[in-house]
């Protein structure tokens, strides 16, 4: 057992090593930047059209503020604001430009995933615009996910008066539905962003490993930035700094878990041959 897991993890560790994974997270980070406001903005618009604006600024704030600090109140602020009217103040061209710029961290996670599974680029018109619409479709799902988020969070706040003690509990739950959540993401990743095929129970025990290190990543990073960048001549970038940090360390949780994955399937024998099989054409 002890032996198969080393084996495990050395194999994995000479693929992440062999393929350079570091600079393919240090790109995904670069991407993940710059999708950041097209996407929170097309996000928050849609939630804005249910949720009050006060509501969608405090959960940004919880959000971003376990990195951020102060700057998340900023950023929080600077989001709400920028949509007084929702999306429908936009217009339909302003609409497509944000749909067009959120896209950009999915497909490139998407070329990520098939380098790391060392899969021929993905080629043609139709594949493209079929990669901006399931980047689309990921942009819209999250939207949905924190409208129920934050509708949980309404119902706490409702009955919290006469619940005695249902402060912690949702403390505790909070804490594991947001573990959850990101187990849930990451297998999704794992198992649709590579253009193969790959097996359920794989991706689902590297999301099992890669969602504890994702949310400790985010912890460490955020007093990282507490206790040493606040002190430093980086506190100058202000949140672009900030965020690029957290950016660069969950993209190489993200992608280590995606190493494992390919690890996994190789060696349990349930994967298929790399650049045999394509959803995508």
Same mark, same amino acid.
């Given at each position: ?73 900023? /950023?929080?602020?600077? #989001? &709400?604001?920028?949509?007084? *009217?929702?999306? $429908?103040?936009? =217009?339909? !061209? %302003?609409?497509? +430009? ?59 706040? /409702?009955?919290?008066? #006469? &619940?005695?003690?249902?402060? *912690?509990?949702? $403390?505790?739950? =909070?804490? !594991? %539905?947001?573990? +959850? ?63 690029? #940090? ?10 280590? =878990? ?24």
């Amino acid at each position: 057992m002890v032996g198969d897991l080393v084996d495990v993890v050395v194999s994995a560790y000479r693929t992440w090593r062999r393929l350079r994974v570091l600079r393919l997270g240090a790109a995904l980070a670069y991407y993940g930047l710059t999708a950041l406001v097209p996407t929170l903005t097309l996000v928050a618009g849609i939630i804005a059209i249910v949720v009050d604006a006060e509501r969608l600024r405090d959960f940004l704030r919880g959000v971003f503020g376990p990195v951020l600090g102060a700057e998340a109140d900023r /950023l929080a602020d600077a #989001v &709400v604001e920028a949509l007084p *009217s929702g999306l $429908g103040a936009l =217009g339909p !061209l %302003g609409v497509a +430009a944000l749909a067009l710029g959120g896209t950009v961290f999915v497909v490139a996670l998407m070329d990520v995933a098939d380098e790391i599974w060392e899969l021929p680029p993905r080629g043609g018109p139709l594949g493209a615009l079929r990669r901006r619409f399931a980047a689309f479709g990921g942009i819209l799902g999250l939207a949905v996910g924190l409208l129920v988020l934050l509708a949980l969070g309404a119902f706490v706040d /409702l009955v919290a008066p #006469v &619940v005695p003690g249902i402060g *912690s509990l949702t $403390g505790v739950a =909070g804490r !594991l %539905g947001a573990l +959850a959540a990101v187990a849930t993401v990451l297998v999704a990743v794992y198992l649709l962003a590579p253009s193969v095929p790959v097996p359920p129970r794989p991706a689902v025990v590297a999301a099992a490993v890669a969602a504890p290190m994702a949310v400790l990543g985010t912890l460490g990073v955020g007093v990282y930035l507490d206790r040493v960048a606040a002190t430093s001549a980086a506190t100058v970038a202000g949140a672009a700094f900030l965020l690029l #940090v957290w950016f660069y360390v969950e993209a190489q949780i993200l992608l280590a =878990g995606l190493v494992l994955s390919r690890t996994l399937a190789e060696r349990w024998g349930t994967s298929k041959e790399p650049g045999t099989t394509s959803r995508v054409p």
